[in-house]
Structure formats: C-alpha cells, structure tokens
C-alpha cells in the first residue's frame, strides 16, 4: 500500500522522529493521505457506481448505518457478534437482509449437491409412497436411525433394536406433529449454537448427510431434489450454481444401484428441464468432490472416473476437488503424483486450510492447493496466516470461497468481526460468498451470508461497490468459458438494473420500515 506514496514523502513523515516534529495540519494531512490509501485497497474500490446506483448506496447505506449504530449503542443488539442460529429471527426483520434477498447475486460456486434444498422441502420427501424408516427406541424417546425407498419392507438391519415400519405407519405409531418436530431437528444443526467443538459439529453435520442420503439417493427423488435446489438458489437472487457432488451411485426401488453416469444424466436431464422454465438462469456445473479421507489407489481411481465422466458430459463437470473434514483426512501432498495426471481442462477448486491450526499439515493444504494450480481455495480460513499464500493468490487471480456462516456452526469462529475474510477484503485479494450447506443451517441459500459478510466482516465504509464487485467476482471466477461468462455476465446485469430501478421505485417504503427496526 504504501509503496504508492513516493519515496520522499515516506522519508519525510516515516522517519525515526518527524512524526512527533510534524504540526497538527501536517498530521491531519498525513492522515488523510493514509485512511485514503487504505480505502483504495478495499475490494470493490475498483467498482465506479452510476446515478443510480448512487441512489441506491444512499439507500443501503441508511439501513446499514441503522444497524451499526444500535450495535455501537447496546452491543448485544448487533447481529454479527452472535450465533448466528440465535438471531435467525431478528435477521428476517432486518429491512437491509431483505434488500440484500432481492439483490441479484450472481453465483453460488461452493454448494454440497445434498445440502442444498429447505428443511421444509425436504420433510415433504417423506411423504413420498414406498419410503420406509428404521427407528430405535432410546431413553429420551424414538430415535431415527435410517430411511429408505423400497416396495417391501428392507431385510437387512445395521442398527441394533432397529425396527423398519413404512412413514405411514410411523406417523400413526408417534403423532404426525411429533414426527415433523423430530424431522425438523434432525435434519438441521439449528439451534445447536453452543457445541463443545469442531469435531462435534462436524459429527452432527455428517449425520445428517448420512440420514438423508437414505431419501435423496433415491433415483426418482434425485432429480426432483435437484430441480428444487436450483429453484430455491433463483428465487434467492442467484443465477448460476456449482455444485460439489460425490456422485454417489442411485438407487431403485427394488434395491439396484445404477451406474455413477446416471446421476450425471439426472442433473443434466433437469438442468435443461430447469432452464427451459427459467431462462434468465444462467447455468449449473458440477464439481466431483470425492472424500479426501481415501488411500492413493482410490484416488488414482477418482481421477480415472473424473476423466472419464468429463468426457462424456464436457459441458457439466468441469473440476475436481476433496471434500470432508481436513483433520480427519489425509493432506494433498500425499496425493500429488495422482492428482498431476489430470487433464489441464479440468480445473481443481481445492477446500485447504478449513482449520484454526498453524503450521500443520491441515493449513499447508494451502500452499498445496496453490502449487497444483487450484482455481479457487474452499474456505481457506487459515489464510491470513500465511502471507505469502495471500499474495499468490492475488497476484494469480485465485479466489477465496468465503462461507461466513457454515465457518461459525462449525465452530472456527464465533464473531464474524473477527473472520479472516476481514484480511482479504482489507488487501483487495479475490473473494466468492456462497453458503456451502444452507439446508443444515436452516438459512436462505446465500442472503445470510451475504448479509454477515456485508454487515459483520466488510469494514464499515463498505457499501454497494463492495456487493456488485462480490457478485461479479462470482462470474468472473466460475467455471464457466470466457463466451459463457459474457453471457452471463449481460443476464445478471439485466437482473440487477431491475433490482436497481425496482430500490428506488421503493426507496420511501424501505426506508420507512427501517425506523420502526430501531424502536
């Protein structure tokens, strides 16, 4: 930053002793030149806003400042320095998160393909015929352990005491409103906002994954599920998902398992179904992302596969990444000689350094990550402490996919004030917002975490220059082709001129629900 005052200036204001000689409007000067070269680094400084953006600035700016204001006021007040499962209400008053809802987002480039639909829709799956349920009974009640489609009741049983009974007859044996309550519970982290650990949240987390997949596994139920999710991500102002997918194999109802490439065909199949209803969406492609916790001959068999699914669907999976819990895993490096035989044409979008470790295998994922050319870095929570990665990845053009609220349910930070990301904005260094797994945090698909971002991890003085140049960059490191991102680049502009023209036409009646906010 201060390279960009000359050389003279610096000898003159930063020697030993001139700043204690300077007079009081030198100083005011110095300090003016210095909060203004600060400023400039900002990411979204690059971004010049037109008259009528300016009129929308003034709007966000107003609700923003309101909210700031009673959080300097009464500290409790303000929503990012808490849990964010304990102010899910007051955020859905908050007139500056439903501004941010209408707001066109662009993309959401880190989703998990079965965490991605509403709490709510997902119970509707389980009203669907032929699903049958495995319970237990415990001590503080009946507990779900498995679900599973199939025409006749399932033969085999994993879990001791187990009982399978179709959804019908369970619903009849507990209460329906007893059984949604209980689905509601299970399928989400909300309200566990005071777990002992990381580990414990990523326990709960992959519980979930493992409870569903009985449900969204099931190959009628897949594409249906799929076409959902990227419903819920457009009407929450976002035009184009990628999805991270294990692929894992779909089943029937007689049991049979298909083929990997049949999962492929359902998301292409209701891609098109979806963008033939939609056609201001702009697309979806599909990441694979097997688990990082394997052995080198599994992951020689993975880039196999990847290679192999690419070529028969070009046009939909486009990279490649590990996913899971990084402490439980094994590090990239162990898998550097396979991972270098992957075709140039498929990009990898590494998760490294989801961690709070220094030093450790888990936060030199980072430096990894950079080395085998990784497009973006998942989370990259322990970037800040790795300064030479930071400049990398700026100097390169790697992005950050920053996931505010998925890093506090599991438990890396609990003030978003405090989140490294604070770091890459301040050093204008590439940043995407996405929300990774918004079904398990009962949130919308990517309004909460812009809404943290902006409020809780931006500075201040952040405003709509910060959000346009966010959801540009969401476009701009997709991993869409240079023709596909002119295109779509000109879609979501088209959204956010309506966006734009539709604030001002509202400007009197947003701003008025704001004071009744403060009282």
């Given at each position: 930053m201060f390279s960009q005052l000359p050389g003279s200036i610096l000898t003159q204001f930063f020697g030993p002793s001139s700043l204690r000689k300077c007079t009081p409007e030198a100083y005011r000067k110095l300090r003016e030149i210095v909060c203004k070269l600060e400023q400039s680094a900002i990411l979204g400084n690059d971004i010049e806003l037109t008259q009528k953006e300016i009129a929308v600035n003034d709007v966000i700016m107003c609700l923003k400042m309101d909210e700031y204001n009673r959080g300097v006021q009464d500290p409790n007040q303000f929503v990012p320095g808490s849990h964010i499962f304990k102010r899910l209400h007051d955020i859905e008053k908050s007139p500056l998160f439903q501004l941010i809802r209408k707001m066109p987002k662009g993309g959401a480039l880190k989703t998990h393909d079965s965490s991605m639909c509403s709490t709510q829709f997902l119970i509707n799956l389980t009203y669907k015929p032929h699903l049958w349920v495995c319970s237990t009974d415990a001590a503080d009640g009946c507990k779900i352990e498995e679900f599973r489609f199939s025409k006749d009741k399932p033969k085999w049983m994993q879990h001791k005491d187990g009982n399978w009974e179709t959804m019908d007859e369970f619903r009849d044996r507990r209460g329906e409103e007893n059984v949604r309550q209980h689905l509601k519970a299970l399928f989400s982290m909300y309200p566990l906002s005071n777990l002992k650990s990381n580990d414990v949240a990523w326990s709960r987390m992959m519980r979930i994954f493992a409870l569903i997949d009985g449900i969204v596994?099931?190959?009628?139920?897949?594409?249906?599920?799929?076409y959902n999710a990227l419903k819920e991500f457009s009407e929450d102002g976002v035009q184009y998902v990628e999805v991270r997918s294990l692929l894992k194999r779909l089943y029937?109802?007689?049991?049979?398992?298909?083929?990997?490439?049949?999962s492929l065909q359902v998301y292409s199949d209701e891609l098109k179904r979806f963008k033939d209803d939609h056609p201001d969406f702009i697309d979806s492609k599909v990441i694979y992302s097997p688990h990082r916790q394997t052995t080198v001959q599994k992951m020689r068999e993975h880039v196999k596969l990847c290679i192999e699914l690419n070529k028969e669907f070009p046009n939909l999976l486009m990279g490649f990444d590990l996913v899971g819990q990084e402490e439980l895993g094994h590090p990239l490096k162990m898998f550097v000689e396979e991972l270098l035989k992957m075709p140039s044409h498929i990009q990898f979008y590494f998760h490294a350094g989801q961690t709070n470790w220094y030093g450790s295998p888990l936060d030199e994922n980072l430096i990894d990550a950079l080395l085998l050319g990784t497009r973006r870095i998942g989370h990259a929570y322990a970037i800040t402490k790795h300064p030479l990665v930071m400049q990398l990845a700026k100097k390169f053009g790697v992005a950050i996919e920053v996931c505010p609220v998925c890093n506090q349910v599991l438990q890396l930070g609990a003030d978003y004030r405090n989140h490294p990301a604070t770091s890459l904005i301040a050093n204008d260094i590439p940043i995407v917002l996405s929300s990774g797994n918004p079904s398990f945090w009962r949130t919308k698909p990517l309004s909460h975490?812009?809404?943290?971002?902006?409020?809780?991890?931006?500075?201040?003085?952040?405003?709509?220059?910060?959000?346009?140049?966010?959801?540009?960059?969401?476009?701009?490191?997709?991993?869409?082709?240079?023709?596909?991102?002119?295109?779509?680049?000109q879609k979501w502009k088209t959204k956010w001129e309506k966006w734009i023209d539709w604030t001002i036409e509202n400007a009197d009646k947003i701003l008025a629900d704001e004071p009744k906010k403060s009282q």
């Open positions: 596994l099931y190959h009628p139920i897949w594409g249906e599920y799929y029937c109802l007689d049991g049979n398992k298909l083929p990997v490439k049949e975490d812009f809404y943290m971002a902006f409020l809780g991890i931006a500075p201040m003085n952040a405003d709509l220059k910060f959000l346009k140049r966010t959801a540009k960059n969401s476009i701009k490191h997709s991993a869409l082709s240079d023709e596909e991102k002119a295109n779509a680049m």
